[in-house]
T-cell receptor, first 113, second 116 residues
Framework: DTAVSQTPKYLVTQMGNDKSIKCEQN?????MYWYKQDSKKFLKIMFSYNNKELIINETVPNRFSPKSPDKAHLNLHINSLELGDSAVYFC????????????FGEGSRLTVL | AQKVTQAQTEISVVEKEDVTLDCVYETRDTTYYLFWYKQPPSGELVFLIR??????QNEISGRYSWNFQKSTSSFNFTITASQVVDSAVYFCALSEKGAGSYQLTFGKGTKLSVIP
């Protein structure tokens, strides 16, 4: 069983389109995250949700909107895609009371043409 | 200033050589946690180790060992007798408490290539 699963794994789309990436975890964790990994492999946190509540929102364009329908799901919706949005997006989860050990999904590679 | 610095961008070694990946961190917290993650060419992020700020004991796990020194704010990772399967990008990360929960900040990673 996959602990943290993301779909789709690959996404190729045109500039200006809107797309979503879904994430689900079956670990019973109460905190979920989105990280962006750019072409230079740099991993940067975008958002964090705890029990459906936004707790971290780094400097990210407001074209990016996370949505957490329940604590096992955290979806990422991106409006008006730009070339610079091309990256690998990782979903992760943890227990809020934990010490930061994150369990990552396999990543979703987004390519904007 | 970066909170986690991995000064080595890329390292190449010949198989069976030992290699050390450096990590220097910066924090004002007294309680924090340090991590290493591995990202093989397949792309997933694999947890390797967690260390808390109160435990400076070095740790060994098979061919992997970690050296934590608070005096120099370093948490270095050594692979002994490297193998081709060790080729990956390795990330050091720091977890500090913020906004009521711990937040993980990654270094920029060190790409290790082990040549057969």
């Amino acid at each position: 069983d996959t602990a943290v699963s993301q779909t789709p794994k690959y996404l190729v789309t045109q500039m200006g389109n809107d797309k979503s990436i879904k994430c689900e975890q079956n670990l019973g964790h109460d905190t979920m995250y989105w990280y962006k990994q750019d072409s230079k492999k740099f991993l940067k946190i975008m958002f964090s949700y705890n029990n459906k509540e936004l707790i971290i929102n780094e400097t990210v364009p407001n074209r990016f909107s996370p949505k957490s329908p329940d604590k096992a799901h955290l979806n990422l919706h991106i409006n008006s895609l730009e070339l610079g949005d091309s990256a690998v997006y990782f979903c992760a989860s943890s227990q809020r009371r934990s010490t930061g050990e994150l369990f990552f999904g396999e990543g979703s590679r987004l390519t904007v043409l | 200033a970066q909170k986690v610095t991995q000064a080595q961008t890329e390292i190449s070694v010949v198989e069976k050589e030992d290699v050390t990946l450096d990590c220097v961190y910066e924090t004002r917290d007294t309680t924090y946690y340090l991590f290493w993650y591995k990202q093989p060419p397949s792309g997933e992020l694999v947890f390797l180790i967690r260390r808390n700020s109160f435990d400076e004991q070095n740790e060994i796990s098979g061919r992997y060992s970690w050296n934590f020194q608070k005096s120099t704010s370093s948490f270095n990772f050594t692979i002994t007798a490297s193998q081709v399967v060790d080729s990956a990008v390795y990330f050091c990360a720091l977890s500090e408490k913020g906004a009521g929960s711990y937040q993980l900040t990654f270094g920029k990673g060190t790409k290790l290539s082990v040549i057969p």
